[in-house]
T-cell receptor, first 115, second 111 residues
Framework: GAVVSQHPSRVICKSGTSVKIECRSLDFQATTMFWYRQFPKQSLMLMATSNEGSKATYEQGVEKDKFLINHASLTLSTLTVTSAHPEDSSFYIC???????????FGDGTRLSIL | DAKTTQPPSMDCAEGRAANLPCNHSTISGNEYVYWYRQIHSQGPQYIIHGLKNNETNEMASLIITEDRKSSTLILPHATLRDTAVYYCIVRVEYNFNKFYFGSGTKLNVKP
Protein backbone atom coordinates (compact mmCIF):
# COMPACT_ATOMS: atom_id res chain seq x y z
CA GLY A 1 0.00 0.00 0.00
CA ALA A 2 0.87 3.66 -0.18
CA VAL A 3 3.64 4.74 2.16
CA VAL A 4 4.32 8.14 3.62
CA SER A 5 7.62 8.71 5.36
CA GLN A 6 8.12 11.43 7.94
CA HIS A 7 11.45 12.56 9.32
CA PRO A 8 12.64 13.03 12.00
CA SER A 9 10.51 10.95 14.34
CA ARG A 10 11.58 12.92 17.39
CA VAL A 11 13.19 16.29 17.97
CA ILE A 12 14.29 17.90 21.20
CA CYS A 13 15.68 21.42 20.97
CA LYS A 14 16.06 24.69 22.76
CA SER A 15 13.56 27.52 22.70
CA GLY A 16 14.12 29.88 19.78
CA THR A 17 15.35 27.19 17.41
CA SER A 18 13.71 26.58 14.04
CA VAL A 19 12.86 22.98 13.28
CA LYS A 20 12.22 21.43 9.87
CA ILE A 21 10.10 18.31 9.42
CA GLU A 22 10.02 16.39 6.13
CA CYS A 23 7.14 14.43 4.67
CA ARG A 24 7.68 12.18 1.66
CA SER A 25 5.34 10.03 -0.38
CA LEU A 26 7.45 7.01 -1.26
CA ASP A 27 5.51 5.19 -3.93
CA PHE A 28 3.05 7.69 -5.34
CA GLN A 29 2.91 11.30 -6.42
CA ALA A 30 1.07 13.62 -4.09
CA THR A 31 -0.07 16.96 -5.42
CA THR A 32 -1.59 17.65 -2.04
CA MET A 33 -0.22 16.96 1.41
CA PHE A 34 -1.61 17.91 4.78
CA TRP A 35 -0.10 18.84 8.11
CA TYR A 36 -1.75 18.10 11.43
CA ARG A 37 -0.92 18.76 15.06
CA GLN A 38 -1.99 16.59 17.96
CA PHE A 39 -1.74 17.45 21.63
CA PRO A 40 -1.82 14.71 24.29
CA LYS A 41 -5.19 12.99 24.66
CA GLN A 42 -6.67 15.09 21.87
CA SER A 43 -7.63 14.44 18.28
CA LEU A 44 -5.70 15.52 15.22
CA MET A 45 -6.12 19.14 14.24
CA LEU A 46 -5.64 20.10 10.60
CA MET A 47 -3.11 22.91 10.32
CA ALA A 48 -2.63 23.45 6.61
CA THR A 49 -2.90 22.07 3.12
CA SER A 50 0.34 21.88 1.19
CA ASN A 51 -0.01 22.25 -2.57
CA GLU A 52 2.78 21.35 -4.97
CA GLY A 53 3.98 24.42 -6.81
CA SER A 54 1.82 26.91 -4.96
CA LYS A 55 1.37 28.46 -1.56
CA ALA A 56 0.01 26.44 1.31
CA THR A 57 -3.45 27.21 2.63
CA TYR A 58 -3.75 27.47 6.38
CA GLU A 59 -6.66 26.68 8.66
CA GLN A 60 -8.14 29.48 10.70
CA GLY A 61 -6.00 30.34 13.70
CA VAL A 62 -2.79 28.80 12.37
CA GLU A 63 0.02 31.32 11.97
CA LYS A 64 1.50 31.02 8.50
CA ASP A 65 4.68 32.88 9.49
CA LYS A 66 5.17 30.51 12.38
CA PHE A 67 4.61 27.32 10.44
CA LEU A 68 6.30 27.60 7.06
CA ILE A 69 5.31 25.00 4.49
CA ASN A 70 7.14 24.22 1.28
CA HIS A 71 5.95 21.64 -1.25
CA ALA A 72 8.86 21.63 -3.67
CA SER A 73 8.07 18.42 -5.53
CA LEU A 74 5.32 15.86 -6.00
CA THR A 75 6.84 13.68 -3.30
CA LEU A 76 8.11 16.12 -0.66
CA SER A 77 6.57 18.67 1.66
CA THR A 78 8.36 20.32 4.56
CA LEU A 79 7.04 22.04 7.66
CA THR A 80 9.33 24.45 9.44
CA VAL A 81 8.40 25.56 12.94
CA THR A 82 10.15 28.89 13.22
CA SER A 83 11.52 30.24 16.51
CA ALA A 84 9.91 27.37 18.38
CA HIS A 85 8.77 27.84 21.98
CA PRO A 86 7.62 25.32 24.59
CA GLU A 87 3.97 25.82 23.62
CA ASP A 88 4.85 24.52 20.14
CA SER A 89 5.72 21.15 21.64
CA SER A 90 3.36 18.66 20.07
CA PHE A 91 3.00 15.64 17.79
CA TYR A 92 3.11 16.78 14.16
CA ILE A 93 1.74 14.43 11.52
CA CYS A 94 1.67 14.71 7.75
CA UNK A 95 -0.48 12.94 5.22
CA UNK A 96 -0.61 12.64 1.47
CA UNK A 97 -3.27 11.72 -1.01
CA UNK A 98 -2.98 10.50 -4.56
CA UNK A 99 -6.02 12.45 -5.67
CA UNK A 100 -9.63 13.44 -5.15
CA UNK A 101 -11.68 10.75 -3.49
CA UNK A 102 -8.63 8.76 -2.49
CA UNK A 103 -7.64 7.92 1.10
CA UNK A 104 -5.07 9.98 2.88
CA UNK A 105 -2.02 8.06 3.99
CA PHE A 106 -0.29 9.26 7.11
CA GLY A 107 3.28 9.41 8.26
CA ASP A 108 4.26 8.11 11.68
CA GLY A 109 4.52 11.61 13.10
CA THR A 110 7.22 13.79 14.62
CA ARG A 111 7.26 14.40 18.33
CA LEU A 112 8.62 17.89 18.91
CA SER A 113 9.78 18.89 22.37
CA ILE A 114 10.96 22.43 22.98
CA LEU A 115 12.89 23.01 26.18
CA ASP B 1 -15.26 21.09 12.07
CA ALA B 2 -15.94 17.38 12.29
CA LYS B 3 -19.23 16.25 10.83
CA THR B 4 -19.39 12.96 12.68
CA THR B 5 -20.42 11.74 16.12
CA GLN B 6 -18.92 8.66 17.77
CA PRO B 7 -19.13 7.18 21.27
CA PRO B 8 -16.01 8.08 23.25
CA SER B 9 -15.14 4.51 24.19
CA MET B 10 -16.16 0.88 23.72
CA ASP B 11 -15.02 -2.45 25.11
CA CYS B 12 -14.80 -5.68 23.17
CA ALA B 13 -13.73 -9.19 24.14
CA GLU B 14 -10.84 -10.67 22.22
CA GLY B 15 -12.05 -12.88 19.38
CA ARG B 16 -15.43 -11.23 19.25
CA ALA B 17 -16.67 -8.85 16.57
CA ALA B 18 -16.24 -5.17 17.34
CA ASN B 19 -18.99 -2.95 15.96
CA LEU B 20 -18.14 0.74 16.01
CA PRO B 21 -20.96 3.14 15.17
CA CYS B 22 -20.72 6.57 13.59
CA ASN B 23 -23.39 9.17 13.03
CA HIS B 24 -23.05 11.51 10.05
CA SER B 25 -26.56 12.85 9.63
CA THR B 26 -25.53 15.92 7.60
CA ILE B 27 -23.56 14.00 5.00
CA SER B 28 -23.91 15.24 1.43
CA GLY B 29 -24.68 13.11 -1.59
CA ASN B 30 -21.18 12.57 -2.87
CA GLU B 31 -19.23 12.64 0.37
CA TYR B 32 -17.35 9.51 1.30
CA VAL B 33 -17.14 7.97 4.75
CA TYR B 34 -13.61 7.05 5.80
CA TRP B 35 -12.41 5.06 8.79
CA TYR B 36 -8.96 5.31 10.31
CA ARG B 37 -7.43 4.11 13.52
CA GLN B 38 -4.58 5.46 15.59
CA ILE B 39 -2.51 3.31 17.84
CA HIS B 40 -0.74 5.23 20.56
CA SER B 41 2.03 7.56 19.32
CA GLN B 42 1.67 6.54 15.69
CA GLY B 43 0.12 8.16 12.65
CA PRO B 44 -3.45 7.18 11.72
CA GLN B 45 -3.82 4.00 9.70
CA TYR B 46 -6.32 3.79 6.86
CA ILE B 47 -8.90 1.05 7.31
CA ILE B 48 -11.68 1.40 4.76
CA HIS B 49 -13.93 3.88 3.01
CA GLY B 50 -17.23 3.86 1.17
CA LEU B 51 -19.85 5.99 -0.52
CA LYS B 52 -23.16 4.11 -0.58
CA ASN B 53 -22.55 0.39 -0.75
CA ASN B 54 -21.22 -1.79 2.00
CA GLU B 55 -17.51 -2.45 1.68
CA THR B 56 -15.22 -5.20 2.91
CA ASN B 57 -11.48 -5.63 2.87
CA GLU B 58 -8.92 -7.70 4.71
CA MET B 59 -9.15 -5.49 7.78
CA ALA B 60 -12.81 -4.72 8.25
CA SER B 61 -16.29 -4.29 6.87
CA LEU B 62 -18.13 -1.01 6.50
CA ILE B 63 -21.90 -0.95 6.67
CA ILE B 64 -23.57 2.28 5.52
CA THR B 65 -27.29 2.77 6.13
CA GLU B 66 -29.51 3.34 3.14
CA ASP B 67 -30.08 7.00 4.06
CA ARG B 68 -26.29 7.32 4.59
CA LYS B 69 -26.80 9.11 7.89
CA SER B 70 -24.84 6.54 9.86
CA SER B 71 -22.37 3.76 9.40
CA THR B 72 -20.78 0.91 11.35
CA LEU B 73 -17.25 -0.37 11.17
CA ILE B 74 -16.99 -4.06 11.91
CA LEU B 75 -13.80 -5.79 12.98
CA PRO B 76 -14.88 -9.43 12.65
CA HIS B 77 -12.48 -11.00 15.16
CA ALA B 78 -10.93 -8.37 17.39
CA THR B 79 -7.45 -8.95 18.77
CA LEU B 80 -5.52 -7.13 21.47
CA ARG B 81 -3.60 -5.32 18.71
CA ASP B 82 -6.85 -3.73 17.55
CA THR B 83 -6.91 -1.59 20.69
CA ALA B 84 -6.76 1.95 19.30
CA VAL B 85 -8.72 5.13 18.73
CA TYR B 86 -10.99 4.73 15.71
CA TYR B 87 -11.95 7.78 13.69
CA CYS B 88 -14.90 8.07 11.35
CA ILE B 89 -14.42 10.95 8.90
CA VAL B 90 -16.63 12.44 6.24
CA ARG B 91 -14.57 14.02 3.53
CA VAL B 92 -15.51 17.65 3.05
CA GLU B 93 -17.03 18.12 -0.35
CA TYR B 94 -14.96 19.95 -2.97
CA ASN B 95 -12.38 21.00 -0.44
CA PHE B 96 -9.18 19.43 -1.69
CA ASN B 97 -9.92 16.21 0.11
CA LYS B 98 -9.46 17.75 3.55
CA PHE B 99 -10.11 15.59 6.58
CA TYR B 100 -11.38 17.01 9.85
CA PHE B 101 -10.99 14.57 12.68
CA GLY B 102 -13.56 14.26 15.44
CA SER B 103 -12.78 12.84 18.83
CA GLY B 104 -13.07 9.19 17.76
CA THR B 105 -13.88 6.03 19.72
CA LYS B 106 -11.30 4.41 21.97
CA LEU B 107 -11.74 0.67 21.45
CA ASN B 108 -10.44 -1.45 24.30
CA VAL B 109 -10.04 -5.10 23.35
CA LYS B 110 -9.83 -7.22 26.47
CA PRO B 111 -8.57 -10.78 26.91
Amino acid sequence: GAVVSQHPSRVICKSGTSVKIECRSLDFQATTMFWYRQFPKQSLMLMATSNEGSKATYEQGVEKDKFLINHASLTLSTLTVTSAHPEDSSFYICSATGGEGQPQHFGDGTRLSIL
Amino acid sequence: DAKTTQPPSMDCAEGRAANLPCNHSTISGNEYVYWYRQIHSQGPQYIIHGLKNNETNEMASLIITEDRKSSTLILPHATLRDTAVYYCIVRVEYNFNKFYFGSGTKLNVKP
